[in-house]
């Protein structure tokens, strides 16, 4: 955990009252490396995330074990506060509300056969799945057969093995952790990207009602208590690169955003450091007030509008798009942002400062606001007319979608 973070959930932890005297009661499964039974108990990644959590709100809990489809049931029916880790579940909702996510799974199909040759369908392969699994709920939930139902992932890898099912549907990281203690000949030949799934606690609508602050106190206190933040793989990250130099390579070349660059650099040739840290206190400021002279004066820009035409026309794919100028102040933007400088980021500085002028990929993150994960490439900005660095370009893209879009077969 960094130190800026730890501070804040330091300061945070000062002041966040108790939101309920009596403890909490939260089923669960063994599903590794979430939740594992171990000689010391029920440990894993979510239970340590949750501990966290919940030690910051002063809030007793206990988390109780037992068949996945139970300890559905149990919130159900009144008997228990939540369950989890839990991906979205349409056959919740009437009667449980998903937290932020604890843990973000990266779901793939898995097979011995090269799944360009596969199609789902009444005539497709055979699939398998885990009796009472996020995964089994999902492919259910999409209409999808499943032919096999077992009990653990290992049992999965061996009708694999033995030609019994064609594919299953598992988390990477998981079946990874599982196959640490099979042979390589355990190893399914095909991984094909399917989706990310976000994981986080099902707490019950009777509950949030009863403690209608919670829910906000949980979510705002998961961001500091997570082990560790998502990462692109170096395939991913290339898939990634390649997909944004087909769609933005020749935007740093636009007219229209070269003009508007030029114009604000000029502007703010004078800006000290006092003056920017103003600029952006002015900005937060707005966001709270009706007056917001500053921020809807950027989005009223004709650099602004195009950017956002392009954001709209993505169907999804892109989350923002902001072009600063050299200072990391914004120039332009598809949509409002928290900050008007972005000079204090890595999404600025790996790129502008970057020698080789080679694209900056952030980590993976949430936004809470879509409920979906995205990812932030950032590019310099040259003019054509004296190579000189005079500003960045910055887009979020939908992690999953973009994914998808680049998605391929490959051997494990």
């Known amino acids: 955990m960094g130190m800026v973070r730890l501070i804040t959930l330091m300061a945070l932890l000062s002041s966040v009252p108790a939101v309920q005297a009596a403890p909490l009661i939260l089923n669960t499964d063994h599903f590794p490396p979430y939740q594992i039974r171990t000689s010391q108990g029920l440990e894993g990644s979510s239970v340590l995330a949750l501990q966290c959590v919940f030690n910051a709100l002063q809030q007793a809990y206990e988390i109780k074990v037992m068949p996945w489809e139970r300890a559905i049931h149990e919130v159900e029916k009144n008997r228990a506060d939540g369950f989890f880790s839990a991906t979205r579940m349409p056959r919740a909702e009437p009667y449980a509300t998903l937290s932020a996510p604890l843990a973000l799974e990266k779901w793939y199909w898995y097979s011995n056969t090269d799944p360009a040759s596969a199609h789902l369908g009444a005539s497709g392969p055979r699939i398998g799945a885990i009796r009472g699994s ?155 007030s009706a007056d917001r002279a500053l ?48 000079g204090d980021e890595h999404k600025f500085s790996e790129a502008f400062f970057a020698v080789d002028n080679a694209p900056y990929v952030g980590p993976v993150e949430f936004d809470q606001s879509s409920e979906a994960y995205q990812v932030h490439i950032s590019i310099g900005i040259r003019d054509p007319k004296n190579n000189e660095l005079i500003g960045t370009l910055i887009t979020g893209l939908d992690i999953e979608r973009a994914l998808l879009k680049t998605e391929h077969g490959g051997s494990l």
């Open 134 to 288: 996020n995964q089994l709920a999902w492919l259910l939930e999409q209409g999808i057969e499943v032919d096999q139902l077992v009990g653990t992932n290992e049992q999965l890898l061996k009708l694999l093995d033995r030609g019994r099912i064609d594919r299953f549907l598992a988390d990477r990281r998981t079946l990874r952790t599982e196959l640490t203690k099979h042979s390589v000949n355990m190893r399914p030949r095909f991984e094909q990207f399917y989706k990310y799934a976000t994981l986080g606690v099902y707490f019950s609508n009777s509950l949030l009602a009863r403690e209608p602050t919670l829910l906000e106190q949980f979510n705002r206190q998961v961001f500091y208590c997570l082990a560790e933040t998502p990462a692109l793989d170096q395939s991913e990250q290339t898939r990634i690169l390649s997909l944004h130099e087909a769609l933005f390579g020749p935007w740093p070349g636009r007219p229209e955003l070269l003009d508007a660059i030029r114009q604000q650099n000029r502007h703010h040739a004078q800006l000290g450091i006092p003056e920017i840290l103003a600029l952006d206190q002015q900005w937060l400021t707005e966001s709270s």
């Open 295 to 342: 921020s809807d004066g950027l989005l009223a820009r004709p650099a602004s509008a195009w950017l956002r035409a392009q954001q709209q026309a993505s169907d999804g794919l892109i989350t923002e798009i902001m072009l600063t100028d050299r200072l990391g102040l914004l120039v332009a933007a598809s949509e409002r942002t928290t900050d008007y400088w972005q």
